[in-house]
Structure formats: structure tokens, C-alpha cells
């Protein structure tokens, strides 16, 4: 639960603003870690310690706690810079593989099985570069929406006088 919570109430200091204009990219990559989640427990890439093999409580929270908020905020901080924000995702996919996922196997939580850790790391990091290219397409068809909204509106208008 506290990987749920945690991560979400961070999100609440993102502003109003960067939530909206993130939003659509944080979204896509929960449902596509949804899937990568559903790809990698089916590889048996890992296991969850003295659990039922449920996906709605081992996979489920990883994909809808962390994900979006991380996302949230490493867009906030530096999308517009591409090498910043592949630094800054590196950076934390390094923790999350070699440390936080460390103290998941000491607590008994999860342990992976058919990936070593930089075979892990690659397995969340690779998602960065379609982030990136996500919001990119996601702010183009935006402006581009808006520039023909007008487009349009000034046609409008100038017929009508």
C-alpha cells in the first residue's frame, strides 16, 4: 500500500499545470508497464515471496504506484533537455535495479529470477526513450490541434466580415 500511497501524494507539489501537460504520458506508461508487468511475470522473470500468484497484488502496484508519479516528475524536471531526462531516468533506474530491488529481496518481497540486474535495469530503462518520444508527439499534435483551432477561427471570422 505504501507503494501506492507514497509516490501519489508526492504529486500533489507537481503543480497543476505539469500534471495536465504530463498527464497523457503518465497514463500511456501505466498501462504499458500494465503489460510489460503481464510479459515479464508470464517470462517468470520474477517472484514474489509467500504470495498467491495474483497480478492484482504483486504486479498491479508496481505498475500503478511508482510509475505515473516518477514519470510525472522527471518530465517536470526535465523534459525539453533529452540527455538530462535519459540521465535522470538512468540515474533512478540504477537505484530502483541495484539498490531498491536488493532491499525487496531482503524483505522478502521480490526477487528476480531469469533477469541479473542489469539485464533488469535495461528492462525499465529502454521505457525512457519511448516516454520521451511520447510526450514529444503528445505536445506536437497539441500545438498543432491548437494552430488549426485558430487557423480555422480566423478563417471564420475574416469571411464573416
Keep these: 500500500m505504501v507503494l501506492i500511497i507514497f509516490p501519489w501524494l508526492s504529486v500533489l ?3 497543476k499545470r505539469s500534471f495536465k501537460r504530463f498527464s497523457f504520458t503518465g497514463i500511456f506508461i501505466i498501462v504499458f508497464e500494465i503489460l510489460n508487468h503481464m510479459y515479464g511475470k508470464k517470462r517468470k522473470w520474477w517472484t514474489f515471496y509467500g504470495r498467491s500468484n495474483s497480478f492484482l497484488l504483486n504486479e498491479l502496484p508496481f505498475s500503478i504506484g511508482p510509475y505515473m508519479p ?3 516528475w522527471l518530465l517536470k524536471l526535465s523534459y525539453g533537455n533529452f540527455k538530462k531526462f535519459i540521465l535522470l531516468n538512468a540515474i533512478f533506474d540504477g537505484i530502483f535495479a541495484a539498490v531498491v530491488m536488493k532491499i525487496l529481496k ?10 541479473n540486474t542489469l539485464q533488469f535495469f535495461f528492462y525499465i530503462h529502454y521505457k525512457a526513450y519511448l516516454l520521451y518520444g511520447i510526450q514529444y508527439w503528445y505536445e506536437n499534435m497539441k500545438d498543432r490541434h491548437i494552430y488549426l483551432l485558430r487557423h480555422k477561427w480566423l478563417h471564420f471570422t475574416t469571411r464573416m466580415r
Design 13 to 15: 507539489f507537481i503543480g
Design 70 to 72: 516518477v514519470t510525472l
Design 106 to 115: 531482503a524483505m522478502k518481497i521480490i526477487r528476480l529470477n531469469n533477469l
